[in-house]
């Protein structure tokens, strides 16, 4: 990368769209360097089924365990080629200063130690993120649905309502991926639920109620929780899941997709956008084009679609040129694999309507993760605009005025951030 690029690109500030910030994570005073990587995507290179046991739950309730040279060699070794691996174990080479070496059987331990000391203090989580050039955060804390991130997290946090335990809320006792109940939430809002309608209102109260908890747009990670075909909704079907503890398939299907429906008009109405995780996940079932029905139904609502739907990429910009309401969070898809992420954004500035539609998230638990996603992040763009000024796409100029959409400008706009 030229070195204009390159300073260029590290000198802007970054609105991250999408982090997984919690205070009982992200500003927990117990970690060490295998927690870490316990706590990080390089910890799902051994994930198998999403039937298993091992999801992001266990991953948050394990205890610390101490720190060995043969508990890294899984990851550092094992799984040492692997992309989340790679931008982990660079980005604590780079905060705890061993870049020369990176993280060894000779050094582990001093660095754990090095760890451990800096996340017994308050600020080392504000002093990464201010490392990082990150100027405003919109977390998805999925610990707690209803979180307000501001008291909890800082004055630069938003935070997005996932609906995932609403959208599956059909019995008092029905529970989403992450062990969230739709009812037990809303009695903390004070809303005691008996009949069907009761909950349509539940949920409009809900949506109605976001701006208090600085909550700025709606979460759908349903991709984890079944298949991503959200059909017409067929209200008469979704009633016959109300109450039962064990719907029929199809009527659950149908409950779910009518309160879907619901929150995307609500969220419409409400100048709310819906943030929607695209790829993997349950991999039969996350096509973006499953999508596309419940995007046409609602033309008024903003759907930002995220992760460039790995592998999917190319049919969701297919999708991002012909629909007018979708916008692209292209956090995640960059730790999945760096060199498909630039494959697709060159095609991605080629083939976006306009220069409002990407923005960047890091999408992660621990602040040094993120720091390592987002100067990723910064690098990989910058190469991209470099070769498309190289090969005379365009000019520097016009590089430099997308950069600072992709890293900021888009994500002020599309989330109101004052
Ligand atoms: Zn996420």
Redesign the pocket.
């Known amino acids: 990368m030229s070195k204009t690029m390159n300073e260029f690109l590290s000198a802007c500030p970054v609105v991250d769209v999408?982090?997984?910030h919690m205070p009982e994570v992200a500003h927990s005073r117990d970690v060490n360097l295998l927690k870490l990587f316990q706590q990080s995507y390089a910890a799902w290179t051994s994930n198998v089924l999403p039937s298993e046991p091992k999801a992001t739950g266990d991953m948050l309730s394990t205890p610390t365990e101490p720190t060995t040279w043969e508990a890294l060699v899984p990851f550092l070794e094992r799984s040492g080629s692997n992309a989340f691996v790679r931008n982990l174990a660079g980005g604590i080479a780079e905060l705890y200063g061993i870049t020369d070496t990176g993280i060894t059987r000779d050094n582990w331990e001093a660095v754990d130690a090095s760890v451990r000391l800096r996340h017994t203090e308050a600020t080392w989580p504000g002093e990464v993120i201010a490392r990082a050039a990150i100027e405003r955060i919109v977390t998805?804390p999925f610990l707690d649905p209803l979180m307000d991130p501001r008291p909890r997290l800082g004055q630069n946090y938003d935070a997005v309502l996932r609906i995932n335990a609403f959208a599956l809320g059909w019995h008092g006792e029905s529970r989403d991926h992450n062990g969230n109940c739709a009812h037990a939430l809303l009695r903390r809002l004070g809303m005691e639920v008996k009949t069907f309608d009761d909950y349509c209102d539940a949920i409009r109260a809900l949506v109605g109620s976001c701006a208090r908890r600085n909550h700025v747009a709606l979460k759908n990670?349903l991709a984890y929780d079944r298949d991503l075909s959200f059909d017409e909704p067929n209200e008469e079907l979704a009633r016959q899941a109300w109450g039962q503890r064990s719907p029929s398939p199809a009527a659950r299907k149908a409950f779910c997709d009518f309160i879907v429906d619901l929150f995307c008009q609500l969220a419409g109405e409400a100048d709310l956008p819906v943030q929607t995780?695209l790829g993997t996940a349950i991999i039969s079932g996350s096509h973006p084009l499953r999508m596309t029905g419940l995007i046409e139904r609602h033309p008024r609502t903003r759907f930002l679609l995220?992760h460039l739907a790995y592998p999917w990429s190319r049919d969701l910009l297919g999708m991002a040129f012909v629909y007018r309401n979708v916008w692209l969070d292209l956090?995640?898809s960059l730790l999945l694999s760096p060199s498909h992420f630039k494959l697709a954004l060159h095609e991605a500035i080629e083939v976006l309507p306009d220069e409002t539609r990407m923005m960047i998230g890091g999408?992660c638990l621990h602040v040094e993760e993120t720091f390592a996603a987002i100067k990723g992040g910064r690098r990989l763009i910058g190469e991209v605009l470099n070769e498309k000024v190289a090969s005379g796409y365009f000019r520097f100029r016009d590089a430099e005025r997308l950069a600072i959409r992709i890293l900021s400008e888009n994500a002020k706009e599309f989330f109101r951030l004052s």
Do not use: Q
């Open positions: 999408h982090e997984h998805d990670a995780h995220m956090c995640w999408d």
